[in-house]
């Protein structure tokens, strides 16, 4: 199975609930730290609603 890695790159502060609530359920509590998740439909919808918080990158 592929993995992703999901870096925070932008503060949560002024983004909505649900959007903070996705965030801490990636795992991601400070800018520029990341994670790594398998790839999969609900990591991929977790990141579709905070995309824009959020640099998604392929680790091998």
Same mark, same amino acid.
């Given at each position: 199975?592929? @993995? *992703?890695?999901?870096?925070?790159?932008?503060?949560?502060?002024?983004?909505?609930?649900?959007?903070?609530?996705? &965030?801490?359920? #990636?795992?991601?509590? @400070? *800018?520029?730290?990341?994670?790594?998740?398998?790839?999969?439909?609900?990591i991929r919808?977790?990141?579709?609603? &905070?995309?824009? #918080?959020?640099?998604?990158?392929?680790?091998d």
């Open positions: 199975m592929a @993995k *992703i890695k999901v870096t925070l790159v932008k503060s949560t502060i002024g983004a909505l609930v649900k959007q903070k609530a996705n &965030v801490a359920a #990636l795992g991601l509590k @400070k *800018i520029g730290k990341s994670k790594i998740h398998e790839d999969n439909a609900v919808g977790m990141i579709n609603v &905070v995309n824009h #918080l959020v640099k998604v990158e392929s680790v």
